[in-house]
Nanobody
Framework: QVQLVESGGGLVQAGASLRLSCLVS????????MAWFRQAPGKDREFVKA????????RYADSLKGRFTISRDNAKNTVYLQVNSLKPDDTAVYYC???????????????WGQGTQVTVSS
């Protein structure tokens, strides 16, 4: 079984930066992709970025590529999401997910973390 645990969220002011972490434990798949999604209140879960464990291939949402950076550390079984210049509209629960391909849809991922809350105040 695979367990994903997100951390690094919090309450910050607009313009601040955060680095979110996703720790992976249990059975892992070297060919899998790791992704970040977010879900704001009253909205669908939104794809942010994804990266393959086995390469540096990255997939991203065009609207978010400027301020969001995904990276990984295979030795630490950790995936990161660096978020800069946070805006109030970035307020959401941020989820880590694992799946067999660099998909952009929630159904393409098999494992999910519990999410970490990011709240950005004006």
């Amino acid at each position: 079984q695979v367990q994903l645990v997100e951390s690094g969220g919090g309450l910050v002011q607009a313009g601040a930066s955060l680095r979110l972490s996703c720790l992976v434990s249990g059975r892992t798949f070297s060919s899998y992709a790791m992704a970040w999604f977010r879900q704001a209140p009253g909205k669908d879960r939104e794809f942010v970025k994804a990266i393959k464990w086995s390469s540096n291939r990255i997939r991203y949402a065009d609207s978010l590529k400027g301020r969001f950076t995904i990276s990984r550390d295979n030795a630490k079984n950790t995936v990161y999401l660096q978020v800069n210049s946070l805006k109030p509209d970035d307020t959401a629960v941020y989820y880590c997910a694992a799946g067999p391909q660099l998909g952009t849809e929630t159904y393409e991922y098999d494992y999910w973390g519990q999410g970490t809350q990011v709240t950005v105040s004006s």
